[in-house]
């Protein structure tokens, strides 16, 4: 559990510079759809990257 926050800080940074990235050089429109999320993009990423990492594989 303790290497939980370093992998979602590390991921936070990617995703900071990713959607400065992403505004610029893709639509707005599409930008926005994805903004209206309930997570965030780095919340929804680690869940995938720890889920990965975790020895058992069921969210149950």
């Known amino acids: 559990m303790e290497e939980l926050l370093p992998i979602f ?3 936070d940074d990617f995703c900071i510079e990713y959607k400065k990235y ?3 050089h893709l639509f707005v429109k599409v930008y ?3 903004l209206k999320t309930a997570l965030s993009l780095s919340e929804i990423m680690t869940i995938v ?3 990965h990492l975790l020895i058992y ?3 149950k």
């Open 9 to 11: 800080c590390d991921i």
């Open 22 to 24: 992403f505004k610029i």
């Open 32 to 34: 926005e759809i994805i």
């Open 49 to 51: 990257i720890y889920f």
């Open 57 to 59: 594989k069921t969210f």
